[in-house]
């Protein structure tokens, strides 16, 4: 695996990969993270491996995704650690580019996607998805892959990156498919994510609430129960499990994200997000559609 970590090295790099001259050109597969990996990257590195010739993978802990009051300089790096796993699975090019490589001196550009951007993680973290929209936009701009594969964990994220791409034509050439994978999660049902490592054990335990809470309000909802009783049995569920306080549990369009008060016809999704200690979990699970 080669790791690169300036535009120029990166193109090069890419050159080689896809091969010239009149063989057929080989399919790139991105997968884009922010490092301090865990069993879900790697699972989407599987994936990515199973659907083209070479795997591209990228560790850039993106400055404009945080926010003031969210620690940029405590989150975990480990490029050397996180380098040896992708290698061991196969990636053949680690794009790891500086903040300079990535923002040089005077960039000014934003990208914003109205709407689907707004509600949930959106509302508390103001600024937060359009620096991943502005960040995957560079991603695929820079690797121009044929796909890209993003965890179904953080799904408005990728709510977020599809209707960027759509709206702004970043599909073929720069890619054909953004494939959203399964949150991949500990046998207790727990999501895996980078944060799960600041809970003490007695909030890991309490933490495993959350989707055991998620999977009885949908079979309620699905069972034709009301929903906004639901969800807020769900809340009181996971205030007496131990979670400080429920920043929103919303059942919601599983494309546009916007919010419903009953479960009609189309795909839907069970959407939470909760303080345990002073961290925020987030989880999202599939509702199956009212048969019409
Ligand atoms: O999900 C992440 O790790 C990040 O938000 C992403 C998509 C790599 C953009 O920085």
Redesign the pocket.
């Given at each position: 695996m080669q790791t690169v970590n300036g535009l120029l090295m990166l193109r090069t790099a890419l050159a080689q990969l896809r091969g010239g001259g009149g063989s057929p050109r080989s399919r790139i597969a991105l997968v884009?993270?922010?490092g301090a990996l865990h069993e879900g990257h790697l699972t989407l590195v599987r994936r990515a491996r199973a659907a083209a010739d070479h795997v591209v993978a990228s560790i850039?802990v993106?400055p404009k995704?945080f926010g003031p009051n969210e620690d940029l300089d405590a989150y975990p790096r480990q490029l050397a650690a996180d380098a040896a796993l992708l290698e061991a699975e196969g990636v053949a090019l680690l794009w790891a580019p500086t903040v300079e490589a990535m923002y040089p001196a005077g960039f000014a550009s934003n990208i914003s996607v109205a709407g689907v951007s707004d509600g949930l993680c959106g509302a508390a973290r103001p600024g937060h998805f359009d620096g991943?929209a502005t960040?995957?936009c560079k991603l695929f701009n820079q690797v121009q892959p044929d796909v890209a594969f993003?965890?179904e964990k953080?799904f408005q994220?990728l709510a977020v990156i599809r209707t960027m791409a759509r709206d702004l034509d970043l599909t073929a050439p720069h890619v054909d498919a953004i494939i959203g994978v399964p949150t991949v999660r500990e046998p207790d049902g727990l999501a895996m994510s980078s944060r799960n490592r600041y809970l003490t054990p007695e909030q890991r335990a309490a933490a495993a609430a959350l989707p055991r809470a998620m999977k009885t309000a949908i079979a309620a909802i699905e069972g034709g129960a009301q929903v906004t009783a639901t969800l807020a049995g769900l809340e009181a569920a996971l205030i007496a499990a131990g979670f400080a306080s429920v920043d929103y549990a919303v059942l919601a369009d599983s494309t546009s994200l916007a919010p419903l008060g009953a479960l009609g016809p189309t795909p839907a999704r069970l959407l939470v997000a909760a303080r345990i200690g002073g961290t925020r979990l987030i989880d999202n699970m599939a509702v199956t559609p009212r048969q019409s």
């Open positions: 884009p993270t922010m850039f993106n995704q991943v960040v995957v993003f965890g953080d994220q």
